[in-house]
């Protein structure tokens, strides 16, 4: 699959760039070059390609979709929607200006701000997420938006608690230690899962004050409490195990967005490499690496989370045993 060049001679065509990208890809979809279930090419490559800024390729995709060529795939990306062959897509139009703040001003909430917010970045990635790109997914003046939330960051800490608050942990009434650490891992694994952003902003050294966040933390502190353990090794472990599901999300989030940005699978991906990497395995150096051809686990990504979260909290519970017999 190729992707289509700019024009070379742009003063011809009078059009808004974005409108412009629209309607090239249009007629790639079309012409069939893009056939229902295609990748198109990703905000990051039209923003390449065509040199413009991310907003203008995140208003092109915009446009496809209120046209009902391409839909959103989360976690995958933006491809063509199912369609009659015979479908002529129309003339791409702009989107609907934002109205004016007295307009909407009475129906705009931080509520349907932070969840506008959420479904950008769900859709189209953090890159895409600015004051400018919520205020056209809600249909306002980017200006309106300050009335609720200060600025990027606040949004963010609002999102990150909005999304952490869709999946409240249950009263821990009778649960073990460990199936609470288990249940409050499997919930930010889900998190991330369905959100890849989720795991691109959550720090634990300079941490979003995000009270349904917090939560996690107060729920595995109180698991951890009265186990024998000393404050400085709850801290640890408060920090380092939600670290452990954080890590794997990253790499799990990491190869969705580059399955989206290339449209190449993972298997895909190893199989072009395939010869290079049996010579490199056969030359002799990486013996142990050889031993290990045809374990098909590097993108098992829940077969990891269930791997390192059951061998970290074994060794959590070798620690909670020598607590408990004095000889930690």
Do not use: C
């Not at 995140?58 to 009659?84: D, I, S």
């Not at 954080?246 to 190893?270: C, I, M, P």
């Amino acid at each position: 699959m190729h992707d289509s060049a700019p024009p070379s001679a742009e003063g011809r065509d009078n059009r808004p760039p974005y409108q412009r990208i629209a309607a090239a890809l249009a007629h790639r979809i079309a012409s069939g070059d893009l056939p229902p279930g295609a990748l198109l090419p990703s905000t990051r490559a039209i923003t390449r390609d065509w040199r413009v800024a991310m907003a203008t390729a995140t208003k092109a995709l915009t446009v496809l979709r209120q046209q009902g060529l391409v839909e959103v795939v989360p976690g995958v990306g933006t491809r063509v929607a199912p369609a009659p062959a015979h479908r002529v897509p129309p003339s791409p139009t702009p989107p609907r200006p934002p109205a004016a703040a007295s307009d909407v001003g009475a129906a705009l909430t931080p509520g349907r701000v932070v969840s506008a917010a959420v479904a950008v970045a769900d859709r189209e990635g953090l890159e895409a997420l600015t004051m400018r790109r919520v205020a056209v997914e809600v249909g306002v003046a980017a200006m309106s938006l300050y009335r609720h939330v200060s600025g990027k960051q606040e949004l963010v800490r609002r999102m990150v608690d909005a999304v952490f608050g869709t999946e409240p942990l249950p009263p821990p009434a009778g649960l073990p230690w460990r199936e609470r650490l288990e249940l409050v891992s499997r919930v930010q694994w889900t998190l991330y899962g369905r959100h890849l952003w989720l795991a691109r902003v959550i720090s634990f050294s300079r941490p979003l004050l995000a009270p349904n966040a917090m939560a996690h933390t107060e729920w595995t502190l109180d698991a951890l409490h009265g186990l024998g353990l000393s404050a400085a090794t709850m801290a640890r472990e408060a920090i380092t195990l939600p670290a452990v599901v954080r890590s794997l999300a990253l790499t799990r989030a990491t190869e969705h967005e580059a399955a989206a940005e290339t449209g190449v699978s993972n298997d895909a991906w190893w199989q072009v490499r395939a010869d290079a990497i049996g010579s490199l395995e056969g030359s002799g150096r990486f013996p142990r690496l050889a031993d290990m051809a045809g374990q098909e686990v590097r993108s098992d990504f829940d077969g990891l989370f269930a791997y390192g979260l059951a061998l970290h909290l074994d060794g959590l519970a070798v620690l909670v045993s020598r607590s408990a017999d004095g000889t930690a």
